[in-house]
């Protein structure tokens, strides 16, 4: 069910007249910060609609260079498959995990054909079939700044490369929410 309504929105987004602009696909490589719940690693692809939507019309009195956007992840996740991490010997676990990124992105010399550098901020809900971290909750929260460079932007296919930091917690919406702060870089291009 969570898929089906996932899809639903990309599909409502990427019709809708108010988000018209670049779809981006990039493909990231993250791991958790370690700590005694052991680290977990990301290998994600994300599915990313950007454009100067009607709704924030107000941004650009104060960032006028500034884009929305709303992303689709996917990650494979290997995590520790217990709460006590290594401790007792349990093996990695593999987790399928999803998340909607709503943000909002701000770029620099974008007069410049060579490098547009930016910055990103945004959060979004995120479901897994299994717990992140164990023994936590399906259920939670994304949160990210990203970091980032369009090499050649008005090329016909525009590479970008950058950081990203996320921070996964569940809100305190269980017994246990010790949350995520993961580090990870990525690449990817515009698609026209």
Do not use: C
């Not at 290998?43 to 650009?60: C, D, K, Q």
């Not at 991490?85 to 093996?91: A, E, F, L, N, S």
């Not at 550098?117 to 949160?143: C, E, H, Q």
């Not at 921070?167 to 017994?175: A, F, R």
Request: glycine share 10%.
């Amino acid at each position: 069910m969570v898929r089906s309504i996932v899809r639903a929105v990309l599909l409502l987004l990427l019709s809708s007249p108010a988000f018209a602009g670049d779809f981006n696909i990039y493909l990231g490589n993250a791991k958790s910060e370690a700590n005694r719940h052991g680290q977990s690693r990301f290998r994600t692809i994300s599915f990313e609609l950007t454009g100067r939507p009607r709704l924030l019309h107000y941004v650009e009195r104060y960032l006028p260079d500034a884009r929305a956007g709303v992303d689709i992840d996917y990650a494979d996740v290997r995590q520790p498959r217990s709460w006590f991490g290594y401790t007792y010997g349990d093996p990695d676990d593999s987790v399928r995990a999803e998340w909607a990124h709503f943000f909002v992105r701000n770029y620099w010399r974008t007069s410049s054909n060579t490098l547009r550098p930016y910055v990103d901020l945004g959060t979004g809900p995120m479901w897994s079939n299994r717990r992140i971290p164990a023994a936590t909750s399906k259920g939670n929260f994304n949160s990210q700044l990203g970091l980032g460079v369009v090499i050649f932007p008005n090329a016909r296919m525009p590479l970008s490369i950058g950081y990203r930091f996320f921070h996964i917690s569940n809100g305190g919406l269980t017994g246990r929410n010790p949350g995520l702060n993961v580090n990870g870089f990525f690449v990817g291009a515009r698609v026209r």
